[in-house]
């Protein structure tokens, strides 16, 4: 059973059949997957959810596939929980995480997006998948690919932390390194795409692809008890998350699942790669593109392919935007670790930062709901963390010997529960 329509431009509105389109002939807008939401509402009720397993394909009929998932069956659905700890920190009275740094199987909030582009690849009978990828879209790209039994061409920039490398070449698809940004990698992937028929996640199936990042945001209005957050901070790379962030609770308010809490959305992004901040500070017309240089890997997009549309999500909710320089986002994931528990990766980093600032300047108010959008998990990105967490106690294997050290921590440690 489907409830996709078609595809829709979204610019000059001209709809077209659910095949592999991804630019309007017309006027060269991109495309989006347009739904029966009449029939949607039939089938779709808080009643039928409450039955349903806790994955992502919970909200099957907000989601652009004909059959049945092919793979991801138990992606989605990741912890949410109030942060106390933090939110004392940073001096606010309700705050959230949403925490897609333990998500299954590869560890971030791409294995959304793959999911729902797999199973689609699959629906339009490719037998070789595809990414242009800053390192996490490869990881999910190469596991998920490989449970689905598909050819994978990973294209990374040859500049990579290892625990993203490694995290890919583990599941044994050809991996590309090219030596050049994430934007050249991009561009040869267009042209790879013109030439050979193979579904790449993020260029020709992209308007099914980025789908899938509306699953973060239904699943925190369900997690919040079916309410939106009034304020949800969101890490920006291509642009595409906070754009479907802001159509989920757009569609949920539609759905009747949830009133309007005037949810404002804000971009986070380090200071070395920031166009889309930079794009929603000026309140400038068009992103102009930058060259990344940021330990923020995951997010150095330089020429984001959403920048425009997220740049008028966040504008539209009313939010603002803020980025966060490389010491800013080590110090964060430190504090994200030490408040709660969490190890995020450097755009994890980018969230807590940017949101600590915005929270600073008074541009988020303190006694307000504010969600934190933790993506991606800080194993994969050690390399900024090492010389600067200090190393372990070392000892001889004796009793006298931990002893001798123990006095000295005592003295410097105490419990925060105390
Ligand atoms: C890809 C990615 C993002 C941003 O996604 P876009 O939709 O491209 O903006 C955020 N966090 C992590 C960890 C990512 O890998
Ligand atoms: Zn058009």
């Given at each position: 059973m489907s409830y996709v329509l078609g595809l829709k431009c979204r610019e000059c509105g001209r709809l077209y059949p659910?095949?592999?389109?991804?630019?309007?002939?017309?006027?060269?807008g991109s495309v989006e997957v347009d739904y029966d939401y009449d029939a949607i509402r039939k089938t779709f009720t808080k009643a039928a959810l409450a039955t349903?397993?806790?994955?992502?394909?919970?909200y099957r009929e907000l989601l652009?596939?004909?059959?049945?998932?092919?793979?991801?069956?138990?992606?989605?659905f990741t912890p949410f929980f109030k942060a106390e700890a933090l939110g004392k920190v940073l001096g606010v009275r309700e705050l959230y995480i949403k925490d897609d740094s333990v998500s299954h199987p590869t560890l971030s909030f791409k294995d959304r997006v793959v999911s729902v582009a797999l199973t689609k690849a699959m629906e339009f009978g490719f037998d070789t998948v595809a990414c242009a990828s800053t390192g996490n879209l490869a990881n999910s790209v190469s596991a998920l690919g490989a449970r689905a039994g598909l050819r994978r061409f990973i294209f990374i920039p040859?500049?990579?932390e290892a625990g993203k490398v490694v995290s890919s070449l583990i599941y044994k698809p050809t991996v590309v390194a090219v030596e050049g940004t994430y934007d050249e990698v991009n561009r040869l992937c267009a042209e790879i795409g013109a030439k050979y028929n193979w579904a790449f996640v993020n260029i020709n199936i992209r308007p099914y692809y980025a789908e899938g990042s509306k699953t973060y945001g239904y699943e925190i209005a369900e997690q919040l008890g079916w309410r939106a957050p009034q304020h949800i901070v969101i890490p920006a790379a291509g642009g595409s998350l906070i754009t479907k962030i802001a159509k989920s609770l757009k569609e949920l308010k539609m759905l009747g699942f949830i009133s309007d809490a005037g949810t404002r959305l804000y971009a986070a992004q380090a200071t070395g790669c920031a166009p889309i901040v930079t794009t929603i500070k000026e309140r400038a017309d068009i992103v102009r593109p930058v060259k990344p240089n940021t330990i923020a890997k995951s997010l150095a997009?330089?020429?984001?392919?959403?920048g425009y549309y997220a740049t008028k999500a966040v504008l539209e909710s009313g939010g603002a935007a803020e980025s966060a320089s490389d010491d800013e986002i080590v110090e964060a994931m430190q504090l994200l670790a030490q408040t709660e528990g969490i190890f995020t990766e450097t755009a994890g980093g980018v969230t807590v930062a940017a949101a600590r600032k915005l929270i600073e300047q008074g541009v988020?108010?303190?006694d307000e709901s504010i969600v934190l959008a933790i993506t991606g998990n800080g194993l994969k990105t050690q390399e900024p963390l090492m010389n600067r967490l200090g190393a372990p106690t070392r000892i001889k294997p004796t009793l006298s010997s931990f002893e001798q050290q123990l006095q000295e921590t005592l003295a410097a440690c105490q419990p925060r529960s105390a």
């Open positions: 659910k095949d592999v389109i991804f630019v309007c002939e017309y006027c060269f349903r397993p806790k994955s992502l394909w919970r652009p596939i004909d059959g049945e998932p092919r793979v991801g069956h138990a992606s989605g040859a500049d990579l997009i330089g020429n984001p392919a959403d988020i108010p303190r």
